[in-house]
Structure formats: structure tokens, C-alpha cells
């Protein structure tokens, strides 16, 4: 971390040492961080209670000791199912401290950004949000257990049938799927009381602060080689920055030229 109080256990970074371990990394990468025997330690899939002892495991020991105190986002980081999100072969890693591979260069990712990126919108029943970057559905699962609808958009089609295959078969009804350029956001549905990027572009796009309600929480990855996470509040004078801490994610593609101003 960049910011020691900000989780100071995070020193098994990729990018440099003491940054957040990294929260969309190339697929290589997760495999190099993966390990060996992904089977090894496999819980049989009728036994739902050793997921759920892997979970408890995951957010007492990844998440609640780095900081993330949110009792919301805790219990659902202990309730969502992150094993059906990846694909079989990796399952028995699911709960591990750092990303994992999905296909197409993709990640899940690590289990404690995406507990820091739902803590940081402050997300409240009721709220609508917005994501960028479904990836496997996983983000979107956990914020469908904080929010009242939930939003996002998948530029990989073949990412956003299989993220929506998910949700649907686990029953998560507010949760709404399309592909498409995340750069436009979704302005049919706006404003947003949260927006979540899961992707770093070079700079904020215009088109996510416009659909963003007053008073509501913008969590991003800005940059290129040197990327911060940074927790943006829209005021009726423009974007506060309440934090931002260091970290690397896979690059927001497909920029439309009209999406800076």
C-alpha cells in the first residue's frame, strides 16, 4: 500500500513492494500466483458447509484484518458463493488471497479489493449502482447483497452470457447484464448513487461522472503504469477525492473519442 494505514499487510504485491496486490492482473500472472494442484484441496461440491468455512476463513483473515469494518459488506463477502464464479479447474483456490483467471486475459479478483471497492461507494438497500466490468459476476453478486439494483457492463460478450448464466442460477434477480462499452456507462438507468470500475482507464470518463447522482460515491482505477484506486465523491461543485491507494488493473478499452471533453 501507498498508504500504510490503508492495510500494511498487503506486501505480497506484483507491482512493486507494499502496493495492493493486484486486483485485475493478466491471466498469466494469477496462474504464476495460483500455485500448483488446484485439485489438490478441492471441497466436494455437495459440501456447501467447507465453502463456508473457506469464506469465514477468507473475510476474518483477508478482509476484516486488513481494515474493512462494514458489517454489510462483511456478511456478504461471507455469503456469496465466489467458487461458482470461476471456472472448475480453480475452484479449490476460489478463496485465496489473490486474483484468478476467467478466460480472455481476465481475473476475478482478489477477494479484499473488491471488499474495499464495496465499502468505499457507500452502498446502502435501496441504492441503484452502476458497474463497470463484470468480469465473472462475482463484484456484481456482492453488490447485489448491498444495493437495490444493480447495473453493469461486460465489453467481452462471451464474459457477459456467462456472468448472466451466473446470476440467474444463483438468483440474483437485481442484478441486470449487458455488454457493451463501458467508456458510455448505462444512461438509461441514471443517476447512480455508486458507480464501481473494475478496469483503469488513463482518465475518469466524462460520461460516468454525468450519471452519477449528487452526493454519490465514484470508486475507480485511474492511470497507466501507475495506478490509484481513488474514492470520488460528486458534490454540486464537482469530484471530491475522499482516498485512493495504490494498485494494477487490466487497462479500460474501447474509448469512444467523444467520451472526454
Not at 454489510?72 to 472448475?88: E, I, K, Q, Y
Request: proline fraction near 8%.
Amino acid at each position: 500500500m501507498l498508504i500504510a494505514r490503508l492495510r500494511a499487510g498487503l506486501a505480497a504485491a506484483w507491482l512493486l513492494p507494499g502496493l495492493a496486490l493486484i486486483a485485475c492482473s493478466p491471466e498469466s500472472r494469477a496462474g504464476a500466483a495460483a500455485g500448483s494442484s488446484p485439485q489438490a484441496d478441492l471441497p466436494d461440491p455437495a459440501d456447501t458447509s467447507a465453502f463456508a468455512r473457506m469464506r469465514a476463513a477468507m473475510v476474518r483473515e483477508q478482509i476484516e484484518a486488513r481494515g474493512v469494518t462494514d458489517t454489510a459488506v462483511l456478511r456478504v463477502m461471507r455469503s456469496v458463493p465466489r467458487h461458482r464464479f470461476v471456472p472448475p479447474d480453480v475452484a479449490a483456490m476460489a478463496y485465496r488471497d489473490h486474483p484468478l483467471p476467467i478466460g480472455h486475459g481476465q481475473t476475478i479478483s482478489q477477494p479484499y479489493i473488491v471488499a474495499y471497492m464495496a465499502a468505499a461507494a457507500r452502498i446502502r438497500p435501496g441504492s441503484r449502482v452502476l458497474e463497470i466490468g463484470t468480469g465473472s459476476g462475482y463484484g456484481a453478486a456482492v453488490l447485489a447483497g448491498l444495493a437495490g439494483d444493480v447495473y453493469t457492463i461486460e465489453i467481452l460478450a462471451d464474459l457477459a452470457e456467462r456472468a448472466t448464466a451466473t446470476l440467474d442460477a444463483l438468483g440474483y434477480l437485481n442484478v441486470h447484464v449487458r455488454a457493451g462499452n463501458g467508456w458510455l456507462g448505462w444512461p438509461e438507468h441514471a443517476p447512480y448513487d455508486a458507480i464501481i470500475v473494475t478496469a483503469a482507464p488513463e482518465e475518469v470518463p466524462s460520461a460516468l461522472v454525468d450519471q452519477l447522482a449528487v452526493g454519490g460515491t465514484l470508486v475507480i482505477p485511474v492511470g497507466d503504469v501507475l495506478q490509484y484506486l481513488r474514492v470520488l465523491e460528486k458534490t454540486t461543485a464537482g469530484l471530491r477525492e475522499l482516498d485512493r491507494i495504490a494498485v494494477q488493473f487490466v487497462p479500460m478499452v474501447a474509448r469512444p473519442p467523444d467520451t472526454i471533453r
